[in-house]
Every structure is written in structure tokens, then in C-alpha cells.
């Protein structure tokens, strides 16, 4: 799980300390050093652990640095430009900048980039790339013109891919965004046009990018708040031609639409991506970490002194976070609980800061491991009051529903399932095997949200048997003889065939609860496995209420449920599809199950039919259509027949 970890200062310097503030920050050949360059004339060397200055070199009075300060990871030197055209290079035993190695380039430079594992690249605002020893043995060499005239860069990131360097760059011209890729070892240049969305209207503000083998995944911070994202891939089939790549909207309102400094983002890996900037208008900047997998925030840190409008990407680990109430969790550790729901309450009362999430998520993992300690505190009340804040999400408090399972706590089970976005599909299991396992008595009992169920069950119980055998549900009816042997084995007995499709075959609250399972999100290929493990008992009370909310879903044009968040037709067929694949063998062996599978058999085939009459339907109207407009671009008077089948 990636962390912030603890702050420290870098720089005491006034962030706008030149006239542009701070040009870059930049790793040196040690870990623990970095070449601050602000934007007037000074470039500062600091070593990390001891919070000190190692050295500082300053250009001439008149002379502008204009381009960041990078080391040479290949000679351990350093390198910077000023007044856009000169290029200095030295080492730490040098002090005076005006008398080190100096060169005079024909063009002006945009950006110095230098990794480990390949020399110095210089990039001109042309859009011209030159490596750092060939433009050095001849500094007054011709650069060409890539971009075309109004076309600035505004963004640019060297990579390695299979040891090979990578350069991309972004330009804009009047509003429109343009990639380029430059390929080293086969000296191709591509160029990708991003396409915004349809009703997109904003402006990029700050980009960043990852890469692997074969797809630079380029991600943009935009002024509506929001971060996009487009794929690039490294090598494209045509490389001579101007090729289009679409914005996706990756993650939805991270910082505030209406800032425009200030604001940075960088990616730490595949699934987690950091954000610098004020997640409010009036709030101040914040540094946060977000999960794009489940679009969830992870952790986030207010920083109160401000910062440089820039954001690297460094080691992520768990050091030591502050805690977010000293109070609250100086009670948490010692109190009862209804002293800790009080100082809960005072708390939540109070005014929410930016890092809101995680200081709940922290609240959490202190009340779950005073139960860890001591088993007999189970502090309900306060983790339900904690979970309907809408802040929390599984990767934030991982033990939260384990603890909850181990109590067979319905209630709290229910709401994570409700709220939590990213529930791993070994726990919506174990979910499931207890939803459907607990008594009907204990259920009575436990306070559980019905608002997905109360729409259509109470319909069911007040219902008579004989009006339901006369409905026809979209066309099908449970006693009309169309499917030859399935049809005389369910014939057999009219009486249990209307009782099994027309009544609920579970109470109310258990509906509700199995609600919760039919909306979580899961992925097929891990959910698969661990529904092999449920009873098979347990497999066919949970088709059999499936099989009773399509025949409801069927009995409307519009093959829905009634209510608040009931579940979708696609839930239900896809869940009836989950365990039949999951557990069919095991299924078919069960006395019990043998009518609902011949129910369910029957049931689908009479939908065939339907949607194949439907079809019908679809092409006459077609035609109808077609003969209508002919018709419209005709005067002559005609005769016309429509056969329908």
C-alpha cells in the first residue's frame, strides 16, 4: 500500500525566490542529493539527511538561468543553460560558474534530460534532440525545425525502454495537443494528436508518464480538476503519419477546478498515481495518493507552507503518519466506547481538512487494534458512525470486514458491500456464504438496510397464487406447453411449478443482504475459484431467488425491479451464470434442484423465441422504413404491400 512518508525541508529559500520560482528540482549521481535551480541565477546542491546546502553556484549579474541543472549520471559533472543558448558544465571542486567548460548552441534550448544507463539529452524549442557529446564536438551545428510555426512545448520525459532511450515531448497549438515519441535506437519521430472528449472543454494544465514494453501511458491533470488518460504506443505501425490518440477520464475531480498554479501530478506505479494541489477552492495545497484501480483516495497530507508547483516521484513506504486527533485517539486507546462515540462525534463535527480520508482511515486501524489486543472491545456503534462518513474505502482499513465477518456483523457486512469500491473477491465470498447460511432468526433481529427489496417483496407476499399463474411475463408463462419434455416434467405438478415461481424463497431481510452481493464489483477470473467453495445446498437457494427476481424483472416492459437500487437484469443473469459455471456438476446432483434447473432451462428458451420474433418485428420495421422514405422521393401514386411474418 503506498504512504506519504514524513516531511522535511529541502530549501529555506522563498519558493519565489527568481523571478520564475523554482526551474526544477533533480537527482544528482547520490541518492541523497538533489540540484535545486530557481528561475534567476542560482543553482544550490542539498543533501537530504542533513538538510544542508553542499554547494551553490550562481551565474553572472545579468544572465538568466533558463533551463534546469542535470547531472551526468556517466561523469558525475553537472550541466545547466543560460540566456537559452549557453551551456555550462562542471563539478563539485569548481566555484566560480564563469570559468568552467562553456558552449554557445545555434539554437535555443527547451530542456537538458539525463538518466542512469545513457548519456545527456539536449531538446531544443524546435523540437530537435541532440545527444550531449555529439553537440559538444560541434556546438554550432544546424538544429532543424520539428514543430510547426505557434507550436510550443510544454511538457517533456526521457525514459529506458530494453536499455534503449525514449524521449516524449507535448505541444500546443491554439488549444490542440500534440505527442511526439522519439525512438534513439531506430531515430524514428512520431507524432500523435490528442483528441479531447466529446463535451470536454477544458484546458491541460500539468501531464506525466509511464511506460513498458509497448505502450507509453501518458496521464494529464486538466482544468476542470480531473486527470485523463491516453495510450501511446512506442512503436506504431506507420510512424510517417500524423496518428490520433483519445483522452479517457482516469480519475474524476482530484483537486480544485479553479486553480491554475500550483498544481503537479506524477505516477508511483500501476495502480497508484500522486497529486499535488488543493482538493477545495479555499483550501490549501495538499499532497494526496490515489488508487486509479478503484478510484479511491489512499492517503493524503496537507502542506500548510506551500510548495513549488512540482511533484517527483521518490521511494514509497509505510516511517510514521500524524496522528490525526490526539485527543480522539488518546480515548481510543483507554476508554469505553461510549466515551470514544462521544469524542467521535465532537470530532466529525468539527471543520473537515483535505486529508479528511485518511485520518478517518487512521481512526479505524487505531479502534481495530485495541480489539485485536483486547477481543472482548468491539467498538460497533463507533466503526458504524466511522463507515457513513462515505470516506472509506477496503485498502484504507483492510481489517475492517474481516473483523466484522468474524462476528457475523450483517449489518456492517451490508454497508461496506454498499460503499466500499475495492472488496476483494475472497471477502464478497465469505459475505455470501454467511448471507445465506445465517438463520432466519438472527436475522429477524439485526437492523438491515431494506430499501433495494421493499418495493417488490411486499408485493409478492400479498399476492394471490391463482392471479399469478394467469400473468404472462413478457411472453412467457410458467404453464404453456412449448419445450416437449422439459414442459411434461414440469407439468407434473402445476401446483408447486406456480408456488416456486411466483413466492420469494428467501425472507425479506436475507433479499436485502443478497442485494448487496448482486451490486459489488468483482472480476470473473478471481471470483470464480472461490464460489466453488459454497455449500451446494447454499448455491441453490441463491439460484432459486435469482430465478424469482428475473420472472420479476420480466413481469414490466421494461425488465426492472421497483424500488431504490434494486439489482439490474445484467447482475442477475450474470450471477446466475457465475455459479452454474461455478458449480453445475455438483448442481445437477442435488433432487431439490432439479425442477429449478429445468425451470430455468425453459425460461430461456422461451426468451430465444421471443427475441427471435422481436427480430422479425425489428427487420419488417426496417423495410417499413425503407419502402416510407422511397416513397417520400416519389409522386407518382403506387400501390405497395408489407408482409409481416
Known amino acids: 500500500m503506498a504512504a506519504l512518508e514524513e516531511g522535511f525541508t529541502l530549501s529555506a529559500v522563498p519558493l519565489g525566490a527568481g523571478p520564475h520560482g523554482l526551474l526544477g528540482v533533480e537527482q544528482s549521481d547520490r541518492p541523497d542529493q538533489f540540484l535545486v535551480t530557481d528561475g534567476g541565477r542560482t ?43 549557453v551551456l555550462r558544465i562542471w563539478s563539485n571542486e569548481d566555484v566560480n560558474l564563469d570559468k568552467v567548460f562553456k558552449a554557445t548552441l545555434s539554437a535555443e534550448v527547451y530542456r537538458i534530460h539525463s538518466i542512469q544507463g545513457t548519456e545527456p539529452l539536449v531538446l531544443f524549442k524546435e523540437g530537435a534532440v541532440r545527444g550531449l557529446e555529439a553537440l559538444l564536438a560541434e556546438p554550432q551545428q544546424k538544429i532543424e525545425t520539428v514543430i510547426s510555426d505557434e507550436e510550443v512545448i510544454k511538457w517533456t520525459k526521457f525514459f529506458m525502454v530494453f536499455r534503449h532511450p525514449v524521449l516524449i515531448f507535448i505541444t500546443e497549438k491554439h488549444r490542440n495537443y500534440f505527442a511526439y515519441v522519439q525512438m534513439f535506437n531506430s531515430c524514428t519521430l512520431s507524432k500523435y494528436t490528442l483528441l479531447l472528449g466529446h463535451e470536454e472543454k477544458s484546458v491541460i494544465q500539468r501531464f506525466t508518464a509511464s511506460v513498458d514494453r509497448k505502450v507509453i501511458s501518458l496521464m494529464s491533470l486538466s482544468s476542470d480538476g480531473c486527470i ?23 480519475l474524476k475531480t482530484v483537486v480544485s477546478g479553479n486553480v491554475r498554479n500550483g498544481v503537479a501530478l506524477t505516477v508511483l506505479d500501476q495502480d497508484h498515481i500522486a497529486v499535488l494541489g488543493p482538493p477545495l477552492p479555499a483550501s490549501k495545497e495538499c499532497v494526496s495518493i490515489w488508487n486509479t484501480k478503484f478510484q479511491t483516495l489512499q492517503t493524503s497530507k496537507e502542506l500548510p507552507q506551500g510548495t513549488s508547483g512540482q511533484l517527483r516521484r521518490r521511494k514509497i513506504e509505510v516511517s510514521v503518519q500524524p496522528p490525526p486527533s490526539k485527543q480522539l485517539l488518546s480515548t481510543i486507546k483507554k476508554d ?39 477481543p472482548s472491545f468491539y467498538p460497533r456503534n463507533a466503526l458504524m458512525q466511522l463507515i457513513r462518513t462515505h470516506v472509506l474505502s477496503y485498502s484504507l482499513c483492510p481489517g475492517l470486514m474481516e473483523v466484522a465477518l468474524e462476528k457475523t456483523d450483517v449489518q456492517m457486512l451490508q454497508l461496506c458491500l454498499q460503499q466500499f469500491p475495492d472488496i476483494p473477491e475472497s471477502v464478497t465470498c465469505a459475505c455470501l456464504k454467511i448471507f445465506l447460511s445465517i ?60 408456488e416456486e415461481t411466483t413466492s420469494c424463497p428467501v425472507i425479506p431481510k436475507r433479499a436485502a443482504l443478497l442485494n448487496a452481493i448482486l451490486h459489488s464489483a468483482y472480476s470473473e477470473m478471481f471470483l470464480l475459484p472461490h464460489l466453488k467453495d459454497i455449500p451446494a445446498q447454499h448455491v441453490t437457494l441463491f439460484l432459486q431467488y435469482l430465478y424469482f427476481l428475473y420472472l420479476k424483472c420480466s413481469e414490466n416492459a421494461t425488465m426492472t425491479l421497483p424500488g431504490l437500487h434494486p439489482p439490474t437484469l445484467n447482475q442477475i443473469m450474470d450471477w446466475i451464470c457465475l455459479l452454474l459455471d461455478a458449480n453445475f456438476t455438483v448442481v445437477v446432483m442435488i433432487p431439490e434442484a432439479k425442477r429449478l434447473l429445468l425451470s430455468l432451462y425453459k425460461f430461456v428458451k422461451s426468451q430465444i423465441c421471443i427475441c427471435s420474433e422481436l427480430n422479425k418485428i425489428e427487420v419488417s420495421f426496417r423495410e417499413l422504413q425503407k419502402l416510407n422514405q422511397e416513397k417520400n422521393n416519389r409522386e407518382l401514386y403506387s400501390i405497395e404491400v408489407l408482409e409481416l411474418f
Not at 352 to 373: A, N, W
Not at 453 to 464: F, G, L, T, W
Not at 471 to 487: K, Q
Open 43 to 85: 543553482v544550490i546542491l542539498y543533501k537530504v539527511s542533513d538538510q544542508k546546502p553542499l554547494g551553490s553556484w550562481s551565474v553572472k549579474q545579468g544572465q538568466v538561468i533558463t533551463c534546469p541543472a542535470v547531472c551526468n549520471f556517466q561523469t558525475g559533472e553537472y550541466i545547466v543553460v543560460h540566456d537559452n543558448k
Open 439 to 498: 438463520s432466519d432468526d438472527s436475522l429477524q433481529e439485526a437492523e438491515i438496510n431494506m430499501e433495494s427489496v421493499s418495493d417488490y417483496i411486499d408485493s409478492v407476499q400479498e399476492e394471490k397464487m391463482e392471479e399469478q399463474t394467469e400473468i404472462l411475463h413478457n411472453g412467457f408463462n410458467p404453464e404453456e406447453e412449448n419445450c416437449d419434455n422439459c414442459d411434461r416434467e414440469l407439468n407434473k405438478k402445476p401446483q408447486d411449478t406456480a
Open 336 to 374: 469505553s466506547e461510549k466515551r470514544i462515540v462521544e469524542e467521535l462525534c465532537k470530532f466529525l463535527a468539527s471543520k473537515q481538512t483535505p486529508d479528511f480520508h485518511t485520518i478517518i482511515g487512521d481512526i479505524v486501524l487505531e479502534l481495530l487494534g485495541r480489539h485485536k489486543v483486547e
Open 228 to 250: 485523463y488518460k491516453s495510450l501511446i504506443p512506442i512503436h506504431p505501425n506507420d510512424p510517417e503519419k500524423n496518428q490520433r490518440v483519445v483522452r479517457s477520464l482516469l
